[in-house]
């Protein structure tokens, strides 16, 4: 069984794009959210088992939304996407609960995979 | 009466000159027998305490015109040696110095309740003037006619100016009147109670000059009070003689105490004198305002300086000083030199009695103050320098941050797009219909030519090419073409102007189009740029709501920028009348004006 993704970017062109291309590679799109708050009752209600996570949305960011998912039961595991690199944000994405982090224009489903394997490994 | 000239103050003097010899007079070949150890004592202190007043009081009178205090010292002097006239041995004359015998004691009170403000300024200060009158002449003509009408007399004549031990008639025919004495000392009470009101309500300044005469009249209340007391209660007459001698001799000196209070600047030239050598010696900056709060004895004192340019008190440290004259107790001295204003005194109210210290103050002080102008006028300036420097650099940071979010929300997310789109066109090339693949083609070509647009509009907005290649006037034509309110550039220049002076007339006119369109509602704009005399000038109007807040962001940024170019920024901008924007760039040197 294919896993089920949720994602979360307030810019829709990316959003449907992220879901042509994770659905062709094999993973399985269950919705889209648009802003943190729209996040947090998505994951609550879908239970995604991964939510891909815009850094910069409009009003928590996305450093504030993994805090709070994290928090609940069947926490979801978060991957962060920025359209910024990596090194933009310092030491804050290695300080947070999310898994990992994408560059937007690295997106794929193989890319995303590699994340959770590798820290899957890393956390066992 | 204080309009009295010179003329009219000699006449005054040689008639209590007169007056004070017909009373000696009347007291030596006056017809009574007076105990010969009691002669000497009575002549001299009745002449001392009469010409005391008047001698004293026509030099207050003619120093401080202006001030009651010298006119009711001569006319108090006057109301003493009038009740000499007891002193002659006749019914006529008793009865006219029996009647005027308490008159000095109203003018007394008078003197007391306004020598601190040196005239009737309350209702209160008119009821106890009136009262204290009332209880003189016009409470005496009453018991003479009650005694008349009683038939009873007393052993009269006799003589009531010589304070004696045998004066139990005297005080027979006061105890008449118990209710007029309980009134005399209740006045008598208050009147202290009001100097020692004044006394305490007053600024330092004040104090210092009123303390003699305070003292002088606390002691003369007192005796004043005890006495009459002594009177009601029959006390021994060796002590009523004894505090009737010791209030005439506190009245012989009291003068100069009142004389002191009414003159203290002259008495303070050595004061001004020791401020003019020390401000000759050289002064620290700041120093200038501690030193004339000492010399003017206010260590309340503040000295603002005035710049013209900006229509606005500082203080040295360049600071804006808020002036408040309507402060109760504070008053301003304003210090001005060949008909220029340099500054400003706010001081103790006190001081302004006082405008000769004050002048002469500030006439040794000029130089000076002139110096601490310039200071103040530097201090003013580094601080707005130093203001708009740190403005300068905040609007800088400001527009970076906007320009990195402009790429972060424009051109980089729509790159992004293109490259999933790309990707995933990778992904489906084979397995997908070509009409899905030429969609997704068709999409990134979109997003690339998006993300140009933006990218060129981002560059111009950062730094306009036109402006250095083709100069100032097709910058801004341009500029106007790309409004999205109408613009009409109705005069620009052909010719190249220097090249700081263009980079600002373009900002200029950039953000008053940017303004206009974000708060004008406007329908037209007007631009107008004229080059010639030295200067550019740069002129933006619009037909909009107007309103505009020259304080606000936005134009205080265009003000500094401008200021930086060594121009000035000026904005009409009425509610309901459209906004002009008009700034003036000097084409010489970009520096900042003195």
């Known amino acids: ?124 | 009466v204080t309009g009295l000239g010179g003329g009219g103050r000699l006449v005054v003097g040689v008639g209590g000159l007169v007056s004070g010899v017909a009373a000696g007079a009347a007291l030596l070949l006056g017809g009574y027998d007076v105990a010969p150890e009691l002669v000497a004592p009575t002549l001299v202190l009745n002449l001392a305490v009469g010409w005391s007043f008047i001698g004293v009081g026509l030099i207050a009178w003619s120093r401080r015109p202006d001030n009651r205090t010298g006119v009711l010292m001569v006319l108090l002097g006057f109301a003493w040696l009038l009740r000499i006239a007891g002193a002659v041995a006749q019914p006529a004359w008793f009865v006219f110095g029996f009647v005027t015998s308490s008159l000095y004691l109203g003018v007394l009170a008078h003197l007391l309740v306004t020598f601190a403000t040196g005239g009737i300024t309350t209702p209160a200060q008119r009821a106890l003037v009136v009262i204290g009158y009332l209880l003189t002449v016009p409470t005496t003509v009453l018991l003479l006619v009650l005694v008349a009408r009683s038939g009873s007399c007393w052993d009269c004549p006799r003589n009531l100016v010589v304070v004696s031990r045998s004066s139990g008639s005297a005080v027979v025919l006061l105890r008449i009147s118990v209710v007029g004495l309980v009134v005399t000392i209740l006045l008598t009470a208050t009147l202290l109670a009001v100097v020692l009101t004044q006394w305490w309500r007053a600024g330092r300044a004040q104090r210092r000059s009123m303390g003699p005469a305070v003292v002088g009249a606390v002691t003369i209340l007192g005796t004043l009070v005890v006495q009459r007391i002594g009177v009601l209660l029959d006390f021994p007459p060796a002590l009523s003689a004894g505090l009737a001698w010791s209030s005439q001799v506190v009245l012989v000196v009291w003068p100069l105490a009142l004389l002191f209070g009414v003159l203290r600047s002259r008495l303070d030239r050595s004061a001004v004198s020791s401020m003019i050598v020390e401000l000759g010696a050289g002064l620290a900056p700041d120093r200038l305002e501690v030193v004339l709060a000492r010399t003017l004895h206010d260590p309340s004192l503040r000295l603002a300086f005035w710049l013209p340019e900006r229509e606005a008190f500082v203080d040295s440290r360049g600071a804006p000083v808020a002036l408040t004259p309507t402060s109760a107790g504070r008053a301003l001295t304003y210090l001005d030199r060949d008909g220029a204003r340099l500054a400003v005194l706010l001081h103790d109210a006190a001081l302004a009695e006082d405008p000769e210290l004050v002048s002469a103050v500030a006439a040794g002080a000029g130089m000076a103050v002139e110096n601490e102008r310039l200071h103040a006028e530097v201090r003013a300036q580094l601080r707005d320098v130093r203001e708009s420097r740190a403005r300068i650099v905040d609007a800088a940071d400001a527009a970076r941050r906007r320009v990195e979010r402009d790429l972060h929300d424009g051109a980089q997310q729509r790159l992004v797009t293109v490259a999933l789109a790309l990707k995933l066109a990778g992904r489906r090339l084979g397995s997908a219909p070509a009409e899905e693949i030429a969609a997704l083609l068709q999409e990134t070509g979109d997003e690339l030519l998006g993300a140009l647009d933006e990218l060129r509009e981002l560059a111009r907005g950062i730094y306009p090419v036109l402006l250095t290649d083709a100069g100032l006037g097709p910058a801004v034509i341009a500029l106007a073409e790309r409004s999205p309110i109408p613009a009409v550039v109705s005069t620009a220049p052909a010719e190249r102007l220097p090249g700081p002076v263009e980079q600002t007339g373009y900002f200029v006119v950039s953000e008053a189009l940017a303004n206009a369109a974000k708060h004008s509602a406007a329908g037209r704009v007007a631009i107008d740029l004229q080059a010639g005399g030295g200067a550019l000038i740069v002129e933006v109007s619009d037909d909009g709501v107007g309103g505009a807040d020259a304080n606000g962001s936005g134009l205080r940024g265009l003000a500094d920028r401008v200021a930086a170019a060594g121009g000035s920024l000026r904005l009409t901008s009425p509610p309901g009348g459209g906004t002009q924007l008009i700034a003036e760039l000097p084409m010489g040197l970009p520096v900042a004006r003195p």
């Not at chain 1, 729209?38 to 088992?49: K, T, W």
């Not at chain 1, 978060?78 to 999310?98: E, F, P, T, W």
């Open chain 1, 1 to 124: 069984m294919s896993t089920r993704v949720l994602i979360v970017d307030d810019h829709a062109p990316f959003r449907t794009l992220a879901r042509l291309l994770l659905t062709a590679d094999g993973f399985d799109v269950v919705g889209e959210a648009r802003d943190g708050a729209e996040a947090i009752s998505a994951a609550r209600v879908l239970e995604p088992e991964v939510v891909l996570l815009d850094v910069q949305l409009p009003d928590i960011d996305g450093f504030g939304v993994a805090e709070v998912l994290a928090r609940d039961a069947r926490a979801p595991t978060v991957v962060l996407v920025s359209s910024r690199s990596r090194g933009d944000y310092g030491s804050r994405v290695a300080d947070c609960v999310a898994r990992g982090f994408i560059a937007k224009a690295e997106l794929s489903g193989d890319e995303l995979r590699r994340v959770l394997g590798n820290e899957q490994r890393t956390a066992s």
